[in-house]
């Protein structure tokens, strides 16, 4: 079975300071990996996918995650937030009971960006 | 703006009506999902269709059936309905690459209100 935990429901910072949201999973085997972005009344928009290539994963936006298969984590960083950064993310893990293309989704962190 | 679209954006329904959700993507995928996204809950996998296969999740009720008439439209039909199944009902498609490494893209969601 599959899970994601994402460990912070809300995430507040300045803009120009940098973001770090966190995301812990478990898998029975080797995991896709990814970000989502939800900005109000939206859908979701990948932010970025780890697929067993590289570690670090760079996006769009400026966001990048590493992927750290001995601490089991896949963080999501930005260096300098922007304002239209305020969005909820979503850490997501490929595979689960409903089929290994199905995805599992964190509960999700809601980024404020404060001016 | 995404290649999956979905409609209508906003439907409010009482529970005895019977009324249907669209989506169509736009992408040349060949598998197709609907997700629930209620508030404070993860996004849960409702349905998938692939290579006009569906699997879906068991812990969904009878009174949500869905359609998929071709690769390109998925359909979600809706009659007597609880005030629970108030929620985000999003689309998604994915192109099949033999693995569990896809990536889904996502429409923007139908906001269902059941009174």
């Known amino acids: 079975a599959q899970s994601v935990t994402q460990l912070d429901s809300h995430v507040s910072v300045s803009e120009g300071t940098p973001v770090l949201l966190r995301c812990n999973y478990s898998s029975s085997y080797s995991p896709s990996l990814f970000w989502y972005v939800q900005h109000p009344n939206k859908g979701l928009q990948l932010l970025l996918k780890?697929?067993?290539?590289?570690?670090l994963v760079k996006g769009i936006n400026g966001f990048e995650a590493e992927f750290k298969k001995s601490e089991t984590s896949f963080h999501l960083t930005k260096p300098s937030a922007h304002m239209s950064d305020a969005a909820e993310y979503f850490c997501v893990v490929s595979g689960g009971d409903t089929g290994r293309r199905a995805l599992t989704f964190g509960s999700g962190t809601r980024l404020q960006v404060q001016p | 703006e995404t290649g999956v679209t979905q409609t209508p954006r906003h439907l409010v329904m009482g529970m005895t009506n019977k009324k249907s959700l669209k989506c169509e993507q736009h992408?040349?995928?060949?598998?197709m999902y609907w997700y629930k996204q209620s508030a404070k809950k993860p996004l849960e996998l409702m349905f998938v269709?692939?290579?006009?296969?569906?699997?879906e999740n068991n812990s969904v009720p009878s009174r949500f059936s869905p359609e998929c008439p071709n690769s390109s439209h998925l359909f979600l039909h809706l009659h007597t309905l609880q005030p629970e199944d108030s929620a985000l009902y999003l689309c998604?498609?994915?192109?099949?690459?033999?693995?569990?490494?896809?990536?889904?893209?996502f429409g923007p969601g139908t906001r269902l209100l059941v009174l």
């Open positions: 998604a498609s994915s192109q099949l690459s033999g693995g569990a490494r896809e990536t889904q893209y």
């Open positions: 992408l040349g995928h060949n598998a």
């Open positions: 780890y697929t067993s290539a590289a570690t």
């Open positions: 269709y692939s290579l006009e296969e569906r699997v």
